[in-house]
């Protein structure tokens, strides 16, 4: 279609053919695509569309049909249990609602991860827990509750907790979802300085199309079970496919249908009640 | 969320309060001696009948209980009950001749066994057994013997009756 | 006709679907019991929320259900001239039964209820799924926990509130009813056997506290992740657990008394 999005990068994450069904209701369907090394890749979408299903499968929480995922040229379906948790070890996830513990504090949730996988002292933990509280401007905060927090804060925390190990990429779901536009302005500027600063790869899954296309390097988009339109966010407005037209612009009718299907209306209303 | 030291707190008196209601049940509910806990050996009895006697019946000396039933079984051979018994470690110099009966606790109460203390030198060790026995009364031959008694004796005046005539 | 065969059948298959599940995940659980060694403090924790919060409506309920045995007891006793013999009953029936099965059924609606509600809330708003991101397995974590405290206790309770039911009934007894004190306690220890009353009762509690842990941590586990689903949950452990407890208590008490 357009220009590919690896150029000279080769990719992290690799999906070929990958088919998912959940229940007889298919959620994908042959899909394909490549997550750069180093970028901010965006897969966009409609509801329901499986965006959240792609990140499942990579993180390993649901086994494909058929097709192939491949992380950092490991195939995710084929690991047991514990080869499975040492690769998520390296991956974060930034769930739609910051998922924070409810019953630890800020400062406990980001040491979460660090206590549980490693073995390092309370002094240099603590060093290592206020910095990634710094990265998003919360160190201040480190001793509320999660029920104290505002749904940007609860989110910002979330990203330093899925920072705390390094990971060589983080998986974001849907982090604009719900929040005013300057919260959403801070979670923008984080993902792409941490994208820089950290080195990682990220990916990004939404449907708010202007702030995702301010940060992606590259962006998919998902419809009916496999891409139907791909490439920079500048090629994307420029596009001409009806699919990516509706979706870059909102419109409220084109491919994707305004009505649910349902029959002739007079015959509707003529009909007499039950 | 309390603090780390309060809650071990809670915690560990919670778990020493359940084992004091325990032990409250044990020793002054129950009827757990300790020497019910170590010490106790085994020795057992044979009996032409043992009437209702239970496992897990008293067993008593001078009305003191030192032990209790474990177990009832019937010797296939000889045709008698073999009443194992379970006494307290305490109680450890019974003499070999000691004799053990079946014995009912008021007229109508449950069985029990007393134990009488014989004059040997020698005491009972676990495993051995008791030589002499007295097997329950049971109470239909009681009367039967009573009833029987009368009649002779009946018989016997009115044959003396008989042969004064 | 044939649809409410059709639906039997099914209600019949999703039972022993969630069956196998439930054993499977007790499985699990158990599994994850034995990654716990080094991990106590968060087992003390759960004990704490488990145990020493569910203490309150224990001791009270147990002091209660004692004093009234009293009561009952000495109103038939005395009838057969037998009102020495009030010590030995209020005791028995607390340690034998009582005792196991009411702390069960409160620990059920309190204890219970509670863990289900929660893990339930955890699953729901993603908590656990974010800590299976984090390469944290949520069934030693948060699951595993939860359940031991949940063993632990429940023998504990019942201790407790068969003492509290004693000393409830000598304080209506003796206290009230003028029951002589010297045979309420001397016929109580001559009938209540260790092995035969106590350690039986504490058998049962025990198992009664598996059950009960084992349905609270799965509702909670199983549940829909949405608020209705949580609900619905946590109306299931009680349920369950309490109809569980009534027949198992049944089961038990027939094979330690020897008689079927």
């Known amino acids: ?274 | 969320m309390l603090r780390r030291n309060a809650l071990e707190l809670w915690v560990g008196l919670f778990v020493a309060a359940g084992i004091a209601a325990l032990a409250m049940l044990a020793f002054k509910v129950g009827n757990l001696t300790t020497a019910d806990v170590d010490g106790a050996y085994r020795v057992t009895a044979q009996f032409d009948n043992i009437g209702g006697l239970k496992v897990k019946a008293p067993i008593t000396l001078a009305g003191v209980r030192v032990g209790r039933v474990a177990r009832i079984t019937l010797d296939k051979e000889r045709f008698r009950a073999t009443v194992e018994m379970q006494i307290d470690g305490r109680y450890n110099n019974l003499p070999t001749d000691s004799s053990a009966s079946i014995l009912t606790s008021g007229l109508l109460g449950d069985q029990y066994i007393g134990i009488e203390p014989g004059g040997a030198d020698e005491n009972l060790k676990d495993g051995e057994a008791f030589q002499t026995t007295a097997s329950a009364i049971v109470l239909e031959k009681l009367i039967g013997q009573v009833l029987f008694g009368k009649a002779s004796e009946m018989n016997e005046n009115s044959n003396k009756g008989n042969g004064k005539k | 006709m044939n649809g409410m065969v059709r639906t039997l059948g099914r209600v019949v298959v999703e039972g022993i679907e969630r069956l196998g599940r439930a054993g499977l995940f007790i499985f699990d659980v158990v599994r994850g019991t034995a990654e716990l060694r080094s991990r106590f403090g968060l087992v003390v924790q759960q004990i704490y929320a488990v145990g020493v919060l569910t203490l309150l409506i224990i001791l009270v309920s147990g002091l209660f259900v004692g004093m009234v045995l009293g009561l009952q007891g000495y109103n038939t006793l005395v009838k057969f001239g037998s009102a020495n013999s009030l010590g030995l009953l209020v005791a028995l029936s607390l340690v034998r039964e009582l005792g196991p099965v009411v702390t069960a059924l409160l620990f059920a609606g309190r204890a219970g209820s509670a863990l289900t509600a929660e893990i339930g809330l955890m699953k729901a708003t993603e908590q656990l799924a974010g800590m299976e991101m984090m390469a944290v397995n949520p069934i030693t974590r948060v699951i595993a926990p939860r359940f031991i405290a949940g063993v632990v206790a429940m023998p504990l309770l019942a201790a407790l509130f068969s003492a509290i039911g004693v000393l409830g009934g000598h304080l209506v007894g003796v206290g009230l009813l003028g029951v002589d004190a010297g045979p309420f306690w001397s016929q109580m220890q001559a009938g209540v056997d260790f092995y035969g009353d106590i350690m039986n009762g504490v058998i049962k509690s025990t198992v009664f506290g598996l059950v009960c842990s084992g349905i609270a941590v799965f509702e909670g586990y199983d549940a829909v992740p949405t608020s209705e689903g949580v609900a619905r949950a946590t109306n299931r452990t009680v349920v369950y657990s309490s109809l569980a407890v009534l027949g198992l208590d049944f089961v038990l008490t027939a094979l330690t008394l020897g008689e079927v």
């Open chain 1, 1 to 274: 279609m357009n220009t590919s999005p690896s150029g000279s990068r080769d990719a992290l994450v690799e999906i070929r053919n990958l088919r998912f069904s959940r229940g007889e209701r298919l959620i994908l369907n042959d899909l394909s695509l490549d997550i750069p090394r180093g970028t901010v890749t965006a897969i966009m979408g409609g509801s329901g569309s499986g965006k959240t299903t792609i990140l499942n499968l990579i993180g390993g929480r649901i086994k494909p049909d058929t097709g192939q995922v491949l992380v950092d040229g490991i195939s995710v379906p084929d690991l047991s249990t514990r080869e499975l948790f040492e690769l998520r070890k390296r991956m974060g996830m930034l769930f739609q609602t910051g998922a924070l513990l409810t019953d630890l504090s800020v400062f406990e949730n980001v040491a979460f991860p660090i206590r549980e996988h490693t073995k390092l002292s309370e002094t240099l933990l603590r060093k290592v827990v206020l910095m990634k509280l710094e990265t998003v401007g919360l160190r201040g905060a480190r001793d509320l509750m999660p029920s104290e927090l505002s749904g940007g804060m609860a989110r910002r925390v979330a990203l330093a907790r899925s920072i705390a190990l390094e990971p060589m990429m983080i998986m974001y779901d849907e982090p604009f979802t719900g929040l005013d536009p300057i919260s959403k302005g801070i979670i923008a500027k984080l993902i792409r300085e941490l994208n820089r600063s950290l080195g990682i790869t990220s990916i990004v899954i939404s449907h708010d199309v202007p702030e995702t296309c301010l940060i992606s390097d590259y962006a998919y988009l998902l419809g009916d079970g496999h891409i139907i339109g791909q490439g920079t966010p500048a090629e994307l407005q420029k596009s001409n496919s009806e699919y990516v037209r509706q979706f870059m612009d909102g419109l409220p009718d084109g491919p994707v249908p305004y009505e649910y299907p349902a029959g002739d209306y007079l015959q509707d209303l003529m009909e007499e009640a039950a």
